[in-house]
């Protein structure tokens, strides 16, 4: 059911520099902010804050004929940095509209800090912060008038403001760069205050929608180690989209999603090992020599175009028994762990990078580069 609503703009005042919220005349929107008796769920066993931030229970989304997101379920631990890893139309953004309420769920439920996002909407709005996939900065504002923007949007109180601009500009390294306008900002300098507002309100919950996308990777190490910090310091709790295999590595957990199915759950680590053990590939100056030698010394081994391939639990260590079970001379030795590349393939029988590079990836990284340089 369509309802009645005030809406509010933020209207700018340049000769103060100051922002306030004005009323307008009454729109129709589509949500329906009824059903207000709903349980609130998921608390910790003392009533306090809850302990799962978020919980997704076979959450699917449909635009017209397209299934974007299919029944997807898992939850996300508070405190904890979740990555959601795959390629261009996967569906990860559209996972994260949901989750922001910025997108209606077809079916299925998903509560954020304990509370169901099509019921609590405003509340769950509240509780998080979120960085888009597209920059969405005033290029024609400064670093501070951006945030006082978004102070005013998310009612941060007056008299907290300053020091909290101040305190998230520390947190990303832009503290000197507070009366600067954007339009003067690096790509990466731009992302990373993108992350401080989104910070601004001290949200629960901060949702990345690839924030590194079109960044060097000194500048994605830059934005990691904030982003490590603030969960650190600010105990929030990060979902990122990424499609960067390396990125996904610093989460505690990655979930893999692929044609809108979440098709694989769990830490890095743990990933890998269900792919499978290290390899070590060695080059001899007699291969069938060198392959009978390391059968009869009890190594799993066997000849490929690449050389002798044997797979050992701990690449590192077994480089030395390897040699010493060897009577012919070793040309190379190669160490390979097993990849989140491998995990991808694995799980889905194709490379993650073989799905990139899309006309609409492309031309994403190019406007994010555009934007940097207005
Ligand atoms: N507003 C929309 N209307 C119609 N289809 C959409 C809309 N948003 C997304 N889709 C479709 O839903 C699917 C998932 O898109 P989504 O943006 O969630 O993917 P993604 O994993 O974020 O991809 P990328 O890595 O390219 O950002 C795609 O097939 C896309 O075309
Ligand atoms: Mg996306």
Redesign the pocket.
């Known amino acids: 059911m369509d309802i009645a609503k005030r809406a509010q703009v933020c209207i700018y005042n340049p000769s103060k520099g100051t922002f306030h919220l004005t009323n307008v005349a009454p729109i129709q929107v589509g949500q329906d902010d009824s059903n207000r008796g709903c349980a609130m769920a998921i608390t910790s066993t003392n009533g306090s804050e809850p302990v799962i931030a978020v919980k997704v229970d076979r959450l699917s989304k449909n635009?017209g004929e397209?299934r974007?997101v299919n029944g997807i379920s898992f939850e996300v631990g508070r405190g904890e940095v979740f990555a959601l890893l795959?390629?261009?139309?996967?569906?990860?953004?559209?996972l994260i509209k949901m989750l922001c309420t910025l997108a209606k769920p077809s079916s299925g439920t998903a509560f954020v800090s304990g509370m169901d996002v099509t019921k609590y909407p405003k509340e769950v709005r509240r509780h998080i912060g979120l960085v888009f996939?597209e920059q969405t900065l005033d290029q024609q504002l400064t670093a501070e008038e951006n945030l006082k923007f978004h102070a005013v949007l998310y009612h941060v109180p007056k008299d907290q403001l300053s020091a909290r601009i101040d305190r998230v500009l520390a947190l990303v390294d832009l503290s000197d760069r507070k009366k600067d306008l954007v339009t003067t900002f690096s790509g990466g300098m731009a992302r990373r205050l993108e992350i401080a507002r989104a910070l601004l309100h001290t949200p629960a919950i901060l949702f990345l929608d690839?924030p590194t996308v079109g960044l060097d990777p000194q500048t994605r190490a830059l934005m990691w180690r904030d982003v490590l910090q603030l969960r650190q310091e600010e105990q929030v709790t990060v979902i990122l989209?990424t499609?960067y295999m390396d990125e996904a590595e610093y989460a505690e957990r990655i979930a893999i999603v692929d044609h809108g199915n979440l098709i694989a759950l769990d830490s890095p680590d743990r990933l890998k090992a269900i792919v499978g053990t290290d390899s070590v590939t060695i080059n001899t100056a007699d291969d069938p020599k060198a392959l009978s030698e390391l059968s009869g010394s009890g190594f799993d081994a066997k000849a490929t175009e690449k050389g002798l391939v044997i797979s050992v639990a701990n690449g590192a260590t077994a480089v030395s028994e390897i040699i010493a079970a060897l009577s012919v001379a070793v040309s190379q030795v190669v160490i390979h762990k097993p990849t989140l590349d491998d995990v991808f393939m694995h799980f889905t029988g194709s490379e993650i990078r073989d799905q990139q590079g899309t006309s609409?990836?492309m031309s994403r990284v190019f406007a994010h580069m555009r934007g940097a340089r207005r």
């Open positions: 635009y397209i974007a795959g390629p261009n139309g996967a569906g990860k953004s559209t996939q690839e989209t499609h609409g990836e």
